[in-house]
């Protein structure tokens, strides 16, 4: 490839790497009131249990709920994403959550997408609520559910503490990790 394309080519690069670094700098800054998540979270609890069969098995065994009404995701090599959520106990909101994640390879665009995670198992939650910074795959683990729109899913299938769900407006997301994001109290 000529000097000049390789030249131009990185300077492109750079130039898109910091519209997307500029661009998702004020999210957090946007932030969501408290009561803007919980009718957020409503909305998304309720799509999570019209689309998904046996989603509200999960939710009738859960011992909470944390929900993450959109998760907003961009990248151009490196890629970051951010979402505020309302951790629910007996249907109640408790706390309220920021969840942030970065990545690097091979990636271009952008996307928004709901999570759930059900905790099912009492001592995962506490752990959980009672850390300054929970971080998927240091602190724990979560099972992120791998199924394919239309499928039936099953809570005795699934043995670990956290299940997670991840939807996109299509549906539910197949082929999906949460590992490194990173789950942050916040105030509202």
Known sequence: M?????????????VMLAIL??????????????????VSADVALE?????????????????GVLVFPKVYKAGFWLGGE??????????????????????FGFQFG??????ILVFVDQ??????????????????????????????IDSTTFKQPIIGFVLDPKGLMINLSLEGAKFTKISR
Do not use: C
């Open 2 to 14: 000529p000097r000049h394309l390789m030249i131009r080519n990185r300077v492109f690069s750079y």
């Open 47 to 63: 799509k999570f249990t019209k689309e998904v069969r046996g989603a509200e098995e999960f939710l009738k065994i859960s011992k």
């Open 110 to 115: 952008a996307q928004v997408k709901t999570i």
């Open 123 to 152: 001592e995962a939650l506490e752990r959980f609520r009672n850390s300054e910074g929970w971080k998927v795959g240091v602190d724990g683990s979560v099972a992120v559910v791998d199924v394919g729109v239309g499928e039936n």
């Open 21 to 38: 670094v500029l661009g998702m700098a004020p999210l957090p800054l946007m932030a969501d009131t408290g009561k803007e998540i919980d």
């Open 82 to 103: 951010y979402g505020e959520g309302a951790l629910r106990i007996d249907g109640k909101t408790v706390d309220y959550y920021n969840m942030a994640a970065g990545s």
